[in-house]
């Protein structure tokens, strides 16, 4: 059976999108602070010094997919508990992004966001960045019975709830190897590259239909806008000073 090659762009009725580090740059490095709680989380909840809970950090990531499924089968730690201590983190390091909240308006279909972390995470973001409008749902871990992507259950509750067609579909993702079961239901897929080696783990097969530099050109040319008439910050604001969104 032939590859399959995706859609044009101008075919997508339903564009889903990952959250972390997809919606905003990795560069903002929120997922730094999101790292950091999940040591603390570790060496609080296991009685560890900072560097142990560490590496039991990267060996459950490693293992398991996610570090919460390895503290979930390990340690039987509540995932609620775990999600709620680790997004607890300050958005300021994330100014919207005018280009993307006008191509994110302006295109046409469904948008859907599938994430890994929680809805309340997802929330936050979408607020702060002043593109939740934009949004008809949010599916997140727990509508995955807690199995993170690549597993297909999210996939599938997300086509199911929002009765999507994978055909008219696109999955737009930072993690290469979230893609491939997209594809495998019959998504269009744009990888969303970026500076982190981990995530392009799998960027390379018939599986990736389009690279992503920067979403909202990449959308607003989707919709027919030109993002050049439209001011893009340079980079996200350094040092953190305000407090928590």
Known sequence: MPPHRGRPLHEIETWIFDLDNTLYPASCRLFD??????????????????????????????????TMRGLMTVDKVDPHEFLAYVHEVDLACMPPDPVLTAALAALPGRKIVHTNGSVR????????????NSFCGIVDIAD????????????RELLRRHTVRPQTALMIEDMAKNL???????????????????????SEGDHIHYVVDKLGHFLAEAASLDPAVIEIPDQCPSPIRSARS
């Open 144 to 155: 995955a019975g807690f199995e993170p992507k690549p597993a297909l259950a999210g996939y």
């Open 180 to 202: 491939v079961p997209a594809a495998a239901l019959g998504m269009t897929t744009a990888w969303m590259r970026g500076t982190i080696d981990w995530a392009a783990a799998a």
């Open 121 to 132: 995470h997802a929330e936050r973001l979408l607020a702060h960045l002043e593109i939740a």
């Open 33 to 66: 602070q999101i790292h950091d709680r999940m040591q603390r989380f570790i060496a609080e909840r296991l009685n560890l010094s900072l560097e142990e809970a560490l590496v039991v950090q990267k060996r459950y990531f490693r293992e398991h997919g996610t």
